[in-house]
């Protein structure tokens, strides 16, 4: 059965303690693409906090905001690396934003873009670092950590955004090699507060529900600590 649905709420949504993985109330009331930013002016400025998905090109960042999300075809994916070249805002129960970005390391996308990229990610990581709740690392699972999400690790605790790791398509992976997976990952990411990383499937819907009760911890914490203009983060079970 299907713990969450991506219709529309009707009217307000009830304002109730921010918690989505409470009992079996994770729910998302609401999600949409608000809109996709090519730079500063671009970007919503509702209230977050912001939920924010980096990591290699193809690695499966859209995929895995959709399944968070329960809406298929929500984010665009492709098997074409490079496809995401956007920032592209999702407003998840008229409360959270997610953040899809650009994804690095994928030498065909066209030079210019490439240098880009970085100035880009960059950019909307600094102008938003104090309403980001968490950034989540997209790794792959069968590769662990590669270099360059090393180097992205180090850039992003440098910029002290609280850093958590997800590793997906460990569909790919059998029971044994996930176990080894998990181990080798924590060794070269390490934890962070958010914990070590966590094993996930776009496609099975594996560690889905792991990473929203982690999430929904962090929302928490970031709308008590500031900001607090927007709705409330609902849950309603
Ligand atoms: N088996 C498997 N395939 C996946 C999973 N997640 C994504 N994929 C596939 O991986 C490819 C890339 O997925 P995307 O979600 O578009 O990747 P992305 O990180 O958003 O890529 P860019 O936007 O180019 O940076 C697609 O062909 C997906 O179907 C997963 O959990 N398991
Ligand atoms: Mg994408």
Partial sequence: MRRHRSVPTRGRSPIEPPSLARGSGLRITSCRFERAAFG???????????????GR?????????NRLLGARGLARTSSTP????????YRVNEAVWFVDLPGYGYARVPGEIRRAWGPMVEGVVRRRRERIAMAILVVDARQRATALDRAARDW????RVPL???????????????????????????????GPPVLVSARTGLGIREVWSRLDRAIEDASAGGGGEGEAWTSTS
């Fill in 40 to 54: 500063p002016d671009d970007e919503p400025g509702a209230p977050g906090p912001d939920v924010v998905f980096v």
């Fill in 82 to 89: 490079g496809r995401t070249r956007s920032v592209n805002f």
């Fill in 156 to 159: 992003l605790l440098g910029e």
């Fill in 57 to 65: 090109s193809n690695v499966g960042k859209s995929s895995l905001i």
């Fill in 164 to 194: 958590g790791a997800v590793a997906t398509k460990s569909d790919k992976l059998s029971g044994n090699g996930r176990a080894e997976a998990e181990r080798a990952l924590e060794e070269t990411l390490g934890r962070t507060a958010w």
